[in-house]
């Protein structure tokens, strides 16, 4: 055992090192899932799909998806964090492909189940990794590397609109960015943590929330509702419920993205400051307030924007505070911890939008937004859970 600590703890001397290395993955495969969001509308053009053939479609994705994560985290404890994310940073890059040269809803479907696992694996164990990291740094940086998937996002998000308003065929612009990303992806995987199994520890093959998790997995799974949900709907209450032109909708969308990445950037530093479990409490009264404001007060659409703000802003450090917490959970091997709460989150990032889309049906559109309430109300009552402490005192070699 000695022997295996000393050579972790070799292996991370330099841990700013290993911290760009993770940062930089984070950070393309934001940029690429973004590229692939960004490019949907075109796919679904070229091979003539019907709304309901391209929800199908994505639904293959989800399944990926929520097969890969739970399972991920046993693999972590059998094989290490850093061989699994080195794989599957590169496979990623590779898969990201073939959703753009799918030539029937078939061969799509397949396609999108297997991105939506290897991008659901990597996931996982990008995660893991992580939390190494930010164990040697003995204070809170999980939220720096979930601000830079943001920011990874938001630029593939602008290139992927760009590329589309120019007229480069889908896969051209794909393989354009698959060679890009495989280059950086590969650059950032010789900086990794090396661990191995006794760092993943033992773990059941299928990574659910135990009992110690529970309560972490509902916020997780309430915070990435509200998020899937604002997401998918906001733009539509903006244009439809409240009449704003298609220009003002897209900036309630803008707005809300950019605070969730500027929370995200701040998330660290408050964290350190007033602990976890505030900063999630804190979270969910903004969601609340969030809701309030865009909902109920005022039907105006700029009032609804700010309260999108708020919402994006109270999200922004829940999920990343969540996967930290869960890597330090006593008895529960990080890498199953970080499985079982990413399987919680992504469930309620699929399930928002289905479930605000069912409840429209029935209750109006703003009704259905107005539900969301009840999930910030959740993230306040159980955030208690997000314990902050536990990091190691390693952090000096860090600062």
């Known amino acids: 055992m000695a022997a295996s600590e000393s050579g972790r703890s070799g292996a991370i001397a330099n841990p700013r090192t290993a911290r760009i290395a993770v940062a930089a993955i984070f950070c393309v495969n934001g940029a690429l899932m973004a590229t692939w969001f960004a490019r949907i509308p075109d796919v679904k053009q070229q091979l003539g799909l019907s709304e309901g053939a391209l929800s199908l479609a994505l639904l293959c994705a989800a ?3 929520l097969i ?12 290490g964090s850093r061989i699994l994310t080195s794989v599957l940073a590169i496979l990623f890059c590779a898969v990201v492909i ?16 297997v991105l939506g696992a290897i991008n659901g694996g990597l996931d996982v164990s990008m995660n893991a990794q992580a939390a190494l990291v930010e164990r040697r740094y003995g204070r809170s940086i999980m939220n720096s590397f979930h601000a830079l998937w943001s920011v990874g996002g938001l630029a593939g998000a602008a290139l992927g609109g760009l590329a589309a308003g120019r007229g480069l065929p889908v896969a051209v612009h794909f393989a354009i960015g698959a060679g890009v990303g495989v280059f950086f992806m590969f650059v950032a995987t010789r900086g990794l943590v090396a661990d191995g199994p006794a760092t993943g520890g033992d773990g059941p093959a299928f990574a659910l929330p135990t009992r110690a998790l529970l309560p972490m997995g509902i916020v997780a799974l309430s915070a990435l509702i509200c998020e899937g949900a604002i997401g998918d709907w906001g733009a539509i209450y903006l244009r439809e419920g409240l009449g704003s032109s298609a220009g003002v909708a897209a900036i309630g969308y803008a707005i809300f993205a950019l605070m969730m990445a500027g929370g995200r950037f701040a998330g660290d530093w408050l964290a350190t400051r007033f602990g976890s479990a505030q900063i999630v409490r804190a979270g969910g009264m903004l969601v609340v307030a969030g809701i309030i404001l865009a909902l109920i007060l005022v039907d105006a659409p700029g009032i609804a924007i700010i309260g999108y703000g708020l919402i994006g802003a109270g999200v922004s450090c829940v999920f990343p505070l969540i996967l930290s917490s869960a890597a330090r959970t006593p008895g529960v091997a990080p890498g199953v911890g970080i499985a079982a709460m990413a399987t919680a989150g992504y469930t309620g990032f699929l399930l928002g939008p289905p479930l605000i889309g069912g409840l429209a049906e029935v209750v109006t559109l703003r009704g259905s937004l107005g539900v969301l309430a009840i999930f910030g109300v959740l993230i306040v009552l159980l955030g208690s859970k997000v314990d902050g402490q536990g990091l190691t005192q390693a952090g000096s070699a860090a600062d």
């Open 68 to 79: 890969a994560q739970p399972t991920t985290g046993w693999a972590i404890g059998r094989l």
């Open 63 to 65: 399944v990926g998806a």
């Open 98 to 113: 073939l959703p753009s040269v799918s030539p029937a809803l078939p061969i799509l479907m397949l396609s999108l189940f």
